[in-house]
């Protein structure tokens, strides 16, 4: 079974771009949540999608967005990019009903650097 | 809303030393509790978990921890760590009402030293 797939791994912008990061979760995963890592601040929550709807939402400006599709794929996007928003983020899937609660299988992650 | 604390930033220990690793919760209900490791470039992995039930929890690679309610802990042990274990651990808090959003500690880094 293939895990959470995210791309691109890597990438750099520069500041006031936009930037769209994409999840594949696991198959027959239904709930994606998407995190934040930096060091200052540790891994903190962004939002989290099931069924195309966004069913819980972090402390992030509205600069950050995210949409998940009927195939349960799900993407980011961060606009206006500013320095501080150089991290890693990290996708995770969950089963999201019925599953184990809280039990999140995550990606590699995407390393964006904002220059 | 819940949080987690990981007092210690960065342990080393010695390879075939005990390890172990803790973590304070703040909730005022029975939380769920995870420990994640997450190894350099790589996303998280999850450990083991707590929901309920028996306080003592295994999980893989010979990790298990210890649920203590009356201190609010989670803390992790390993009996005899081995270089693979060099990596950077996690607890973290689901809420049972909101189960698929999880507060995380800041971690902690175990160095392993021959």
């Known amino acids: 079974k293939a895990g959470v797939t995210q791309t691109p791994r890597y990438l750099i912008k520069t500041r006031g771009q936009q930037v769209t990061l994409s999840c594949s979760p696991i198959?027959?995963?239904?709930?994606v949540s998407w995190y934040q890592q930096t060091p200052g601040q540790g891994l903190q929550f962004l939002f989290e999608?099931?069924?195309?709807?966004?069913?819980n939402k972090g402390n992030f400006p509205g600069r950050f967005s995210g949409r998940q599709f009927s195939n349960s794929r799900s993407e980011m996007n961060v606009s206006t990019l500013e320095l501080g928003d150089s991290a890693l983020y990290l996708c995770a899937s969950s089963q999201g009903q019925g599953g184990v609660p809280g039990e999140l299988f995550f990606g590699e992650g995407s390393r964006l650097t904002v220059l | 809303a819940q949080s987690v604390t990981q007092p210690d930033i960065h342990i080393t220990v010695s390879e075939g030393a005990s390890l172990e690793l803790r973590c304070n919760y703040s909730?005022?209900?029975?939380?769920?509790l995870f420990w994640y490791v997450q190894s350099p470039g790589q996303g998280l992995q999850l450990l083991l978990k707590y929901f309920s039930g028996d306080t003592l929890v295994q999980g893989i690679k010979g990790f298990e921890a210890e649920f203590k309610r009356s201190q609010s802990s989670f803390n992790l042990r390993k009996p005899s760590v081995h270089w693979s274990d060099a990596a950077e651990y996690f607890c973290?808090?689901?809420?049972?009402?909101?189960?698929?959003?999880?507060?995380f500690g800041a971690g902690t880094t175990v160095t392993v030293r021959a």
């Open positions: 973290a808090v689901g809420v049972r009402s909101n189960d698929y959003k999880l507060s």
């Open positions: 909730y005022g209900a029975t939380p769920y």
């Open positions: 999608y099931f069924s195309e709807t966004q069913r």
């Open positions: 198959s027959g995963h239904r709930s």
